[in-house]
């Protein structure tokens, strides 16, 4: 690797970071596109389309945890390459299938090897960047779950009507690969990364807790666990997963069937509500600082603000059952995606606020365990009411989910949960290593 110092070295790394999250829901994001066309090969109904679902989000619920873990204790490097190989393989593999058994099956490998994603992106983020500028990193590796999921629709159905479903699940996720190459190549941490300058190490660590930076203590779920801050976190995760696993998974199936749009028309309209979700992202990601600049609130409660606001765009989907046309209810998931994704990236935020950087993937671990738990069991709940008492009733349960959500974390987390002080910075590095 060239020696050279590199300007903004730490928005490089978040780029590379988003990089490969937008391959991973790029992957994962192939089966609710392919899933009209998957029923009918198949032969699936909604209710096994929705075990093959669960397969996957079972696997991811319970491997998080375990994912972060082994990333605190082998290393961000060498652990988030072999977690993004197998998934690259596992989605491949998903062209293999000759029913819904064995799709859910390759489907579970799946979840299992991309549950890493979250708590490889946070432990990075919370390296590499100062408390301050934390919310806006996390929106922008927040955005690629959504450039992923929005460019699954045209990628897919062009490889469904050009070629044929089996290889789109080998485009979509052989192409993680190349990511490979890229993160073992580029990425290092801040502490060896020969390109990074002194200004800008000086600049990151000034803005970092000392109580983050010195621990080696391998983490513990059990004390993990046994904190009010864990909950204050989980807790709302639980229960905002589900409006995304919906958008993820069922907004194609719904499209389809209650709205009789056909596959070229969800190529066309289906990735718009995930552009909405990468502008949630982004304008989340800076409002946190804004409201500290502009109204002086404490570091924690501009998260808070930030949840509330999103929670207010997720009444979108709730008013679906009321929209006249395809178009209106697609406008109406932008509402709801654009909230979700402000949501989300607070949440992801407050874990990197109150955990030490030796315990955040394994935090980030088990709280995304909670999310993808209450995620999981809403999929099925859509499977198995679906078609008895419509969509409209459960999407309105979405925002009635983040309401509790946010008034759970707005209670639980307090002031105090902000752990360490920020070191003092040394002026001179510090001015000089602001460029981005």
């Given at each position: ?175 993680a690969l190349v990511w490979v190459a890229l993160w073992l190549f580029f990425y290092r941490s ?247």
């Amino acid at each position: 690797m060239l020696a050279d110092k590199i300007k903004g070295l730490r928005w490089w790394i978040v780029g590379l970071i988003m990089l490969g999250t937008i391959f991973n829901y790029l992957a994962r994001s192939s089966l609710s596109v392919a899933a009209p066309t998957l029923t009918d090969k198949l032969h699936m109904t909604t209710q096994q389309y929705s075990y093959v679902v669960a397969a996957f989000q079972g696997a991811y619920t319970v491997m998080q945890p375990v994912a972060g873990y082994i990333l605190d204790v082998v290393g961000l490097k060498i652990g988030f390459a072999i977690f993004a190989t197998a998934w690259a393989a596992s989605n491949m593999m998903h062209g293999l299938a000759t029913g819904w058994g064995s799709l859910a099956f390759f489907r579970g490998l799946l979840g299992m090897s991309e549950a890493a994603i979250f708590p490889a992106g946070m432990k990075t983020i919370t390296q590499w960047f100062p408390a301050k500028e934390r919310s806006v990193a996390t929106g922008w590796l927040n955005t690629g779950t959504s450039v992923g999921a929005m460019l699954a629709p045209p990628l897919v159905v062009f490889c469904i009507l050009q070629f044929n479903w089996q290889t789109a699940f080998v485009v979509t996720g052989g192409i993680a690969l190349v990511w490979v190459a890229l993160w073992l190549f580029f990425y290092r941490s801040p502490a060896d990364h020969p390109n990074l300058s002194e200004g800008e190490r000086e600049y990151i660590l000034s803005g970092q807790e000392e109580g983050k930076l010195s621990s080696t203590k391998r983490p513990s779920w059990k004390q993990l666990l046994s904190t009010r801050r864990f909950w204050g976190i989980g807790i709302p995760r639980f229960l905002a997963e589900p409006a995304w696993q919906t958008f993820n998974f069922w907004i194609p199936l719904y499209l389809v069937s209650v709205r009789h749009m056909n596959l070229k028309e969800i190529a066309l309209f289906g990735w718009l509500p995930f552009l909405a979700a990468d502008l949630g992202c982004v304008f989340g990601g800076y409002l946190a600082p804004f409201l500290l600049r502009k109204f002086n609130t404490q570091l924690l409660t501009s998260r808070k603000l930030v949840m509330i606001v999103g929670t207010l765009f997720m009444f979108g989907p709730a008013c679906i059952g009321l929209a006249t046309s395809p178009y209106a209810a697609i406008g109406l998931f932008c509402l709801g995606a654009f909230g979700h994704q402000t949501i989300s990236g607070a949440l992801y935020t407050l874990a990197s606020d109150v955990f030490g950087q030796h315990e955040v993937g394994t935090a980030t671990g088990l709280s995304g365990m909670m999310g993808w738990l209450g995620g999981m069991i809403f999929s099925l709940i859509v499977g198995a009411l679906a078609t008895t008492i419509g969509y409209n009733p459960l999407f309105v349960c979405l925002v009635l989910f983040d309401i509790i959500g946010a008034t759970v974390a707005w209670f639980l987390l307090k002031p105090s949960d902000y752990s360490g002080t920020l070191r003092a910075p040394k002026i001179a590095t510090l001015a000089a290593s602001t460029g981005r």
